[in-house]
Protein backbone atom coordinates (compact mmCIF):
# COMPACT_ATOMS: atom_id res chain seq x y z
CA UNK A 1 0.00 0.00 0.00
CA UNK A 2 1.31 3.81 -1.07
CA UNK A 3 0.46 7.07 -1.65
CA UNK A 4 1.36 9.88 -3.54
CA UNK A 5 1.02 13.15 -1.30
CA UNK A 6 1.55 16.87 -1.87
CA UNK A 7 3.09 19.09 0.29
CA UNK A 8 5.65 22.22 -0.14
CA UNK A 9 4.71 22.37 -3.87
CA UNK A 10 6.29 18.78 -4.37
CA UNK A 11 5.05 15.88 -4.51
CA UNK A 12 6.35 12.33 -2.90
CA UNK A 13 5.16 8.84 -2.72
CA UNK A 14 5.06 7.52 0.86
CA UNK A 15 4.26 4.27 2.52
CA UNK A 16 3.88 2.92 6.46
CA UNK A 17 7.37 3.62 7.78
CA UNK A 18 9.08 6.01 5.47
CA UNK A 19 10.74 8.70 6.85
CA UNK A 20 11.23 11.71 4.57
CA UNK A 21 12.80 15.03 4.21
CA UNK A 22 9.85 17.25 3.38
CA UNK A 23 9.74 21.68 3.21
CA UNK A 24 9.76 23.00 6.83
CA UNK A 25 7.10 22.74 8.78
CA UNK A 26 5.74 25.43 11.79
CA UNK A 27 4.70 22.48 14.00
CA UNK A 28 7.36 21.10 16.71
CA UNK A 29 9.44 17.85 17.01
CA UNK A 30 7.45 15.21 18.07
CA UNK A 31 3.44 16.11 17.11
CA UNK A 32 1.58 14.70 14.70
CA UNK A 33 0.62 16.19 11.14
CA UNK A 34 -1.94 14.95 8.43
CA UNK A 35 -1.80 15.48 5.08
CA UNK A 36 -5.02 16.20 3.36
CA UNK A 37 -3.79 16.60 -0.12
CA UNK A 38 -3.98 12.89 -1.18
CA UNK A 39 -2.82 12.62 -5.12
CA UNK A 40 -3.29 8.85 -5.27
CA UNK A 41 -3.90 5.82 -2.92
CA UNK A 42 -2.90 2.32 -3.97
CA UNK A 43 -3.53 -1.09 -2.42
CA UNK A 44 -3.44 -4.58 -3.68
CA UNK A 45 -6.77 -4.36 -5.53
CA UNK A 46 -7.95 -0.79 -5.27
CA UNK A 47 -6.49 2.04 -6.68
CA UNK A 48 -7.67 5.49 -6.18
CA UNK A 49 -7.10 8.79 -8.68
CA UNK A 50 -7.56 12.16 -7.18
CA UNK A 51 -8.77 15.13 -9.22
CA UNK A 52 -6.99 16.65 -7.96
CA UNK A 53 -7.27 14.97 -4.62
CA UNK A 54 -9.29 12.29 -2.53
CA UNK A 55 -11.31 13.41 -0.12
CA UNK A 56 -11.63 11.39 2.30
CA UNK A 57 -7.76 9.84 2.29
CA UNK A 58 -5.28 11.34 4.68
CA UNK A 59 -1.80 10.19 5.43
CA UNK A 60 -0.68 10.92 9.05
CA UNK A 61 2.45 11.42 9.92
CA UNK A 62 5.05 12.19 13.09
CA UNK A 63 7.83 15.13 12.92
CA UNK A 64 11.18 13.48 14.04
CA UNK A 65 13.38 16.78 13.53
CA UNK A 66 14.49 19.96 11.80
CA UNK A 67 17.28 20.68 10.05
CA UNK A 68 19.18 22.66 7.51
CA UNK A 69 20.14 20.22 4.28
CA UNK A 70 23.76 20.78 2.91
CA UNK A 71 24.92 23.59 1.40
CA UNK A 72 24.51 25.14 -2.39
CA UNK A 73 27.43 27.63 -3.41
CA UNK A 74 26.31 30.35 -6.36
CA UNK A 75 29.00 31.59 -8.02
CA UNK A 76 28.27 34.08 -9.88
CA UNK A 77 31.54 35.60 -12.29
CA UNK A 78 31.53 37.87 -15.12
CA UNK A 79 35.16 37.93 -17.12
CA UNK A 80 37.35 40.83 -17.96
CA UNK A 81 34.99 43.28 -15.54
CA UNK A 82 36.26 42.22 -12.12
CA UNK A 83 32.85 41.18 -11.02
CA UNK A 84 32.26 37.86 -9.14
CA UNK A 85 30.47 37.24 -5.91
CA UNK A 86 30.18 33.78 -3.75
CA UNK A 87 27.05 33.23 -2.02
CA UNK A 88 25.96 30.18 0.13
CA UNK A 89 22.24 29.05 1.02
CA UNK A 90 21.28 25.96 3.16
CA UNK A 91 17.53 24.80 2.98
CA UNK A 92 15.58 24.41 5.83
CA UNK A 93 13.50 20.58 6.05
CA UNK A 94 11.50 18.59 8.67
CA UNK A 95 12.06 14.89 8.60
CA UNK A 96 8.56 12.89 9.01
CA UNK A 97 8.26 9.53 9.57
CA UNK A 98 4.53 8.52 8.39
CA UNK A 99 2.38 6.42 10.51
CA UNK A 100 -0.50 5.25 8.39
CA UNK A 101 -2.38 5.99 5.62
CA UNK A 102 -6.13 6.00 5.53
CA UNK A 103 -8.58 5.86 2.47
Known amino acids: MFA ?8 YKVQDGDKILIEKLPQ ?5 VSFDQVLLYVNSE ?6 PFIGD ?5 KILEHGKGD ?11 RYK ?9 TK ?4 KITA
Open 85 to 93: KKKGHRQPY
Open 96 to 99: VEIL
Open 28 to 32: NDGEN
Open 71 to 81: KKIVFRYKSKT
Open 57 to 61: AIVVG
Open 4 to 11: VIKTGGKQ
Open 46 to 51: DVKIGQ
